[in-house]
């Protein structure tokens, strides 16, 4: 079934210690975003990815890092996790950028990454 | 003032009952509109997205009034099943990568 993969789908982490949440998709989507979600706060963009090789940063960038090496994966890397980082992870792609044209725009997401960190 | 704003809820109502949930937005330049639907603890859906002119799927009807800058959703004839978080979703031309934003969410409860 074509869609996104996210691993791991939980995960308990000691403050300090560096993660990476793993989001690969099987649409050939050009561009790629992670987001958080939490209570009270919504989804914030934390960075996205027009096109392979190339990310930029989005609401919420400070502590977290990405790569897009290819169209179909974008790993987010947390470098030493703090507490405030416990949240739910969510990647998503879309056809386009966002720019023009419902249908480009819209977002696929993966299952959800729920980090702790202590 | 957020660039897109709903009203949180919850809303609590019987089945059959209809209910209607607006979102405001703050980007005139703002072109493509959608609401997705969030289970507890599962990931958002795209429910439908916003044209124009207004567009119905089935029960579910959307609106969109440029002037005041606001998108609707009403559910006519709700079900147990429909009890979700509705979210506004926006897009801003300006930001660089076109980024979506998303509303808050507004929660639906529906009750037997």
């Known amino acids: 079934i074509a869609g996104i993969t996210q691993a791991p789908t939980s995960q308990i982490l000691a403050a300090g210690r560096r993660m990476t949440l793993r989001c690969t998709q099987d649409?050939?989507?050009?561009?790629m975003y992670w987001y958080r979600q939490d209570l009270g706060l919504g989804l914030r963009l934390i960075h996205y990815?027009?096109?392979?090789?190339?990310?930029g940063k989005g609401e919420v960038p400070d502590g977290y890092s990405v790569s897009r090496a290819n169209t179909d994966d974008f790993p987010l890397t947390l470098a030493s996790a703090v507490p405030s980082q416990t949240s739910v992870y969510f990647c998503?792609?879309?056809?386009?950028?966002?720019?023009?044209?419902?249908?480009?725009?819209?977002?696929?997401f993966g299952a959800g990454s729920r980090l702790t960190v202590l | 003032r957020k660039e897109v704003e709903q009203d949180p809820g919850p809303f609590n109502v019987p089945e059959g009952a209809t209910v209607a949930f607006n979102c405001t937005y703050s980007?005139?330049?703002?072109?493509?509109f959608f609401w997705y639907r969030q289970d507890c603890r599962k990931e958002p859906k795209l429910l439908m997205s916003?044209?124009?002119s207004g567009n119905e799927d089935g029960r579910f009807t959307a609106q969109l009034n440029r002037a005041s800058q606001y998108i609707s959703l009403l559910i006519r004839d709700s079900k147990l099943s429909d009890s979700a978080t509705y979210l506004c979703?926006?897009?801003?031309?300006?930001?660089?990568?076109?980024?979506?934003?998303f509303g808050q969410g507004t929660e639906l409860s529906v009750k037997p």
């Open positions: 980007n005139s330049a703002s072109q493509s």
């Open positions: 916003v044209y124009s």
């Open positions: 979703v926006v897009n801003n031309p300006y930001n660089q990568g076109g980024k979506l934003i």
């Open positions: 649409m050939r989507h050009n561009a």
């Open positions: 998503a792609s879309s056809e386009g950028l966002g720019l023009a044209g419902a249908g480009a725009n819209v977002l696929t």
């Open positions: 990815s027009n096109t392979a090789g190339t990310t």
